[in-house]
Protein backbone atom coordinates (compact mmCIF):
# COMPACT_ATOMS: atom_id res chain seq x y z
CA UNK A 1 0.00 0.00 0.00
CA UNK A 2 1.26 3.47 -0.81
CA UNK A 3 2.66 6.00 2.02
CA UNK A 4 0.19 8.84 2.12
CA UNK A 5 1.04 10.39 5.68
CA UNK A 6 3.35 12.77 4.32
CA UNK A 7 1.42 13.69 1.36
CA UNK A 8 -1.80 14.42 3.13
CA UNK A 9 -0.35 16.20 5.91
CA UNK A 10 0.35 19.30 3.07
CA UNK A 11 -2.22 18.68 1.06
CA UNK A 12 -1.44 20.59 -2.50
CA UNK A 13 -4.25 21.80 -4.79
CA UNK A 14 -4.32 20.54 -8.43
CA UNK A 15 -3.04 23.04 -11.08
CA UNK A 16 -6.02 24.62 -13.73
CA UNK A 17 -5.85 26.58 -17.00
CA UNK A 18 -5.04 29.17 -16.95
CA UNK A 19 -3.30 29.13 -13.50
CA UNK A 20 -3.47 31.19 -10.82
CA UNK A 21 -6.40 32.30 -8.93
CA UNK A 22 -6.68 35.92 -10.99
CA UNK A 23 -8.46 34.21 -13.43
CA UNK A 24 -10.74 33.11 -10.64
CA UNK A 25 -10.95 36.97 -9.21
CA UNK A 26 -11.78 37.80 -12.89
CA UNK A 27 -14.84 35.49 -13.74
CA UNK A 28 -16.45 36.60 -10.27
CA UNK A 29 -15.64 40.29 -10.17
CA UNK A 30 -17.41 39.63 -14.59
CA UNK A 31 -20.44 38.05 -13.08
CA UNK A 32 -20.60 40.77 -9.82
CA UNK A 33 -20.31 43.34 -12.09
CA UNK A 34 -23.16 41.81 -14.51
CA UNK A 35 -25.44 41.45 -11.64
CA UNK A 36 -24.86 45.27 -10.72
CA UNK A 37 -25.48 46.10 -13.99
CA UNK A 38 -28.57 44.18 -14.74
CA UNK A 39 -29.86 45.69 -11.42
CA UNK A 40 -29.25 49.12 -11.89
CA UNK A 41 -31.23 48.67 -15.38
CA UNK A 42 -28.13 48.32 -17.98
CA UNK A 43 -27.90 46.11 -20.60
CA UNK A 44 -32.02 45.20 -21.21
CA UNK A 45 -31.32 46.64 -24.92
CA UNK A 46 -28.79 44.02 -25.61
CA UNK A 47 -31.15 41.47 -23.77
CA UNK A 48 -34.27 42.87 -25.87
CA UNK A 49 -32.44 43.08 -28.85
CA UNK A 50 -31.46 39.52 -28.56
CA UNK A 51 -35.04 37.82 -27.59
CA UNK A 52 -36.47 40.20 -30.41
CA UNK A 53 -33.77 38.67 -32.81
CA UNK A 54 -34.12 34.84 -31.61
CA UNK A 55 -38.20 35.23 -31.95
CA UNK A 56 -38.16 36.63 -35.51
CA UNK A 57 -35.68 33.75 -36.55
CA UNK A 58 -37.27 30.63 -35.27
CA UNK A 59 -38.64 28.40 -37.67
CA UNK A 60 -40.73 25.35 -36.42
CA UNK A 61 -37.53 22.72 -37.58
CA UNK A 62 -35.01 25.28 -36.12
CA UNK A 63 -37.15 25.08 -32.54
CA UNK A 64 -37.10 21.69 -32.63
CA UNK A 65 -33.61 21.00 -33.10
CA UNK A 66 -32.44 23.62 -30.91
CA UNK A 67 -34.96 22.06 -28.00
CA UNK A 68 -33.45 18.55 -28.47
CA UNK A 69 -29.85 20.03 -28.43
CA UNK A 70 -30.84 21.94 -25.12
CA UNK A 71 -31.13 18.63 -23.21
CA UNK A 72 -27.50 18.84 -23.24
CA UNK A 73 -27.67 20.46 -20.15
CA UNK A 74 -30.40 19.30 -18.08
CA UNK A 75 -28.94 18.91 -15.00
CA UNK A 76 -30.72 16.11 -13.30
CA UNK A 77 -29.65 13.46 -15.96
CA UNK A 78 -25.97 14.94 -16.30
CA UNK A 79 -25.97 14.62 -12.37
CA UNK A 80 -27.19 10.95 -12.50
CA UNK A 81 -24.50 10.09 -15.39
CA UNK A 82 -21.84 11.45 -13.46
CA UNK A 83 -22.72 9.79 -10.36
CA UNK A 84 -22.98 6.50 -12.51
CA UNK A 85 -19.47 6.76 -14.42
CA UNK A 86 -18.14 7.70 -10.68
CA UNK A 87 -19.52 4.44 -9.25
CA UNK A 88 -18.04 1.99 -12.26
CA UNK A 89 -14.77 3.49 -11.90
CA UNK A 90 -14.38 3.33 -8.20
CA UNK A 91 -15.90 -0.43 -8.72
CA UNK A 92 -12.99 -1.49 -10.98
CA UNK A 93 -10.25 0.96 -9.18
CA UNK A 94 -11.69 -0.59 -5.52
CA UNK A 95 -11.16 2.94 -4.62
CA UNK A 96 -13.92 5.53 -2.98
CA UNK A 97 -12.03 8.28 -4.52
CA UNK A 98 -13.66 8.74 -7.87
CA UNK A 99 -17.24 9.13 -6.57
CA UNK A 100 -16.17 11.91 -4.78
CA UNK A 101 -16.09 14.82 -7.54
CA UNK A 102 -19.87 14.01 -8.32
CA UNK A 103 -20.96 14.31 -5.00
CA UNK A 104 -18.81 17.78 -4.46
CA UNK A 105 -20.32 18.82 -7.68
CA UNK A 106 -23.57 18.40 -6.77
CA UNK A 107 -23.14 20.28 -3.35
CA UNK A 108 -21.16 22.69 -4.64
CA UNK A 109 -24.13 23.46 -7.85
CA UNK A 110 -26.99 22.97 -5.14
CA UNK A 111 -26.02 25.47 -2.72
CA UNK A 112 -24.90 28.19 -5.25
CA UNK A 113 -26.96 27.99 -8.68
CA UNK A 114 -30.56 27.66 -7.37
CA UNK A 115 -29.86 30.02 -4.37
CA UNK A 116 -28.93 32.62 -6.70
CA UNK A 117 -31.55 32.24 -8.60
CA UNK A 118 -34.35 32.86 -6.19
CA UNK A 119 -32.22 35.57 -4.98
CA UNK A 120 -32.06 37.81 -8.22
CA UNK A 121 -35.64 36.62 -9.47
CA UNK A 122 -35.63 37.58 -12.62
CA UNK A 123 -38.44 36.31 -15.00
CA UNK A 124 -37.34 34.91 -18.38
CA UNK A 125 -37.83 36.10 -21.88
CA UNK A 126 -41.26 33.94 -22.50
CA UNK A 127 -42.88 35.15 -18.93
CA UNK A 128 -44.45 38.02 -21.48
CA UNK A 129 -46.14 34.87 -24.10
CA UNK A 130 -47.13 32.62 -21.11
CA UNK A 131 -48.05 32.52 -17.40
CA UNK A 132 -48.05 34.83 -15.68
CA UNK A 133 -47.72 37.19 -18.97
CA UNK A 134 -46.46 39.91 -17.81
CA UNK A 135 -45.39 43.00 -19.57
CA UNK A 136 -42.67 42.79 -21.84
CA UNK A 137 -40.45 45.88 -20.29
CA UNK A 138 -41.50 43.96 -16.62
CA UNK A 139 -39.61 40.75 -17.97
CA UNK A 140 -36.45 42.28 -18.00
CA UNK A 141 -35.61 43.43 -14.41
CA UNK A 142 -33.98 41.75 -11.60
CA UNK A 143 -35.75 41.63 -7.54
CA UNK A 144 -39.03 40.63 -8.49
CA UNK A 145 -39.76 39.00 -5.42
CA UNK A 146 -43.67 39.86 -5.68
CA UNK A 147 -43.79 37.12 -8.52
CA UNK A 148 -44.35 33.38 -7.74
CA UNK A 149 -40.76 31.91 -6.96
CA UNK A 150 -42.01 29.29 -10.67
CA UNK A 151 -41.65 32.56 -12.35
CA UNK A 152 -38.74 33.98 -11.52
CA UNK A 153 -35.64 32.00 -11.67
CA UNK A 154 -34.06 32.95 -14.88
CA UNK A 155 -30.72 34.80 -13.98
CA UNK A 156 -27.74 32.99 -14.09
CA UNK A 157 -29.22 30.18 -16.52
CA UNK A 158 -28.47 26.75 -14.64
CA UNK A 159 -28.47 24.95 -17.92
CA UNK A 160 -25.07 26.57 -18.66
CA UNK A 161 -23.50 26.53 -15.47
CA UNK A 162 -24.85 22.56 -15.06
CA UNK A 163 -23.34 22.13 -18.28
CA UNK A 164 -19.90 23.40 -17.56
CA UNK A 165 -19.92 21.61 -14.09
CA UNK A 166 -21.07 18.30 -15.29
CA UNK A 167 -19.02 17.74 -18.19
CA UNK A 168 -15.90 18.55 -16.69
CA UNK A 169 -16.91 16.16 -14.28
CA UNK A 170 -17.70 13.22 -16.77
CA UNK A 171 -13.93 14.07 -18.90
CA UNK A 172 -12.75 13.90 -14.96
CA UNK A 173 -13.45 10.42 -14.98
CA UNK A 174 -13.56 9.44 -18.67
CA UNK A 175 -9.46 9.47 -18.52
CA UNK A 176 -9.50 6.63 -15.15
CA UNK A 177 -12.06 4.65 -17.02
CA UNK A 178 -10.52 4.41 -19.93
CA UNK A 179 -7.67 3.63 -18.14
CA UNK A 180 -9.01 0.67 -16.85
CA UNK A 181 -9.67 -0.83 -20.22
CA UNK A 182 -6.19 -0.37 -21.14
CA UNK A 183 -7.17 2.63 -23.43
CA UNK A 184 -6.05 6.55 -23.05
CA UNK A 185 -8.20 9.86 -23.74
CA UNK A 186 -7.03 11.63 -26.43
CA UNK A 187 -6.62 15.54 -25.58
CA UNK A 188 -9.12 16.85 -28.31
CA UNK A 189 -11.74 14.55 -27.15
CA UNK A 190 -11.72 15.84 -23.48
CA UNK A 191 -11.49 19.71 -24.45
CA UNK A 192 -14.60 18.34 -27.32
CA UNK A 193 -16.73 17.33 -23.93
CA UNK A 194 -15.51 20.51 -21.90
CA UNK A 195 -16.27 22.64 -24.40
CA UNK A 196 -19.19 21.90 -27.13
CA UNK A 197 -22.10 21.01 -25.14
CA UNK A 198 -21.94 24.16 -22.87
CA UNK A 199 -21.38 26.15 -25.98
CA UNK A 200 -24.36 24.23 -27.64
CA UNK A 201 -26.57 24.61 -24.22
CA UNK A 202 -25.50 28.37 -24.25
CA UNK A 203 -26.63 29.11 -27.73
CA UNK A 204 -29.91 27.18 -27.50
CA UNK A 205 -31.34 28.22 -24.30
CA UNK A 206 -31.00 31.88 -25.53
CA UNK A 207 -32.55 31.01 -29.00
CA UNK A 208 -35.51 29.34 -27.33
CA UNK A 209 -35.79 32.46 -25.28
CA UNK A 210 -35.50 30.20 -22.41
CA UNK A 211 -33.00 33.13 -20.96
CA UNK A 212 -32.12 36.31 -21.43
CA UNK A 213 -28.98 36.38 -23.13
CA UNK A 214 -26.79 38.18 -20.01
CA UNK A 215 -28.38 35.19 -17.87
CA UNK A 216 -26.61 32.59 -19.78
CA UNK A 217 -23.49 34.83 -19.78
CA UNK A 218 -23.68 34.48 -16.14
CA UNK A 219 -24.61 31.15 -16.17
CA UNK A 220 -21.02 30.90 -18.27
CA UNK A 221 -19.11 33.08 -15.65
CA UNK A 222 -20.65 31.07 -12.74
CA UNK A 223 -19.61 27.60 -14.35
CA UNK A 224 -16.57 28.26 -15.05
CA UNK A 225 -15.80 29.64 -11.52
CA UNK A 226 -17.27 26.37 -9.80
CA UNK A 227 -15.65 24.46 -12.58
CA UNK A 228 -11.98 25.76 -11.69
CA UNK A 229 -12.71 25.08 -8.03
CA UNK A 230 -14.10 21.48 -8.49
CA UNK A 231 -10.56 20.59 -10.92
CA UNK A 232 -8.49 22.33 -7.98
CA UNK A 233 -9.39 19.71 -5.16
CA UNK A 234 -6.30 17.44 -4.69
CA UNK A 235 -9.05 14.08 -4.85
CA UNK A 236 -6.20 11.50 -5.03
CA UNK A 237 -4.99 12.93 -1.37
CA UNK A 238 -8.02 13.99 0.76
CA UNK A 239 -7.60 11.95 4.42
CA UNK A 240 -10.42 9.26 4.28
CA UNK A 241 -11.24 7.41 7.27
CA UNK A 242 -9.32 4.30 8.09
CA UNK A 243 -12.17 2.41 7.33
CA UNK A 244 -11.55 2.98 3.42
CA UNK A 245 -8.37 2.46 3.45
CA UNK A 246 -8.78 -0.91 1.19
CA UNK A 247 -10.39 1.68 -1.20
CA UNK A 248 -7.78 4.36 -0.64
CA UNK A 249 -6.54 3.99 -4.19
CA UNK A 250 -5.61 6.95 -6.34
CA UNK A 251 -8.29 7.93 -9.54
CA UNK A 252 -6.63 10.78 -11.42
CA UNK A 253 -2.94 10.53 -13.08
CA UNK A 254 -0.60 13.32 -13.30
CA UNK A 255 -0.34 16.32 -10.40
Do not use: C
Not at 119 to 143: C, H, I
Amino acid sequence: MRETTGVRDKLRLRPVRPAGWWFDGLLLAALVGLTVALATGHLFGLDRGAADWAAEHRPTAARWAAMLLNYLGQGTPLTLLAAALGVVVAVRLRSIRPVLPPVAAFVLTYLTIGPLKVWTARPAPSASVKEPFLPPDQTLPLFQHDLPVRFAQSYPSGHVANAIVWYGMLALLLAPLLRTLGRTVPPRLVTVVRVLPPLIVLSTTTYLGWHWLTDSVAGLLLGLLLDRLLHRVPWNDLPLPAVLRNWDRPFISGP
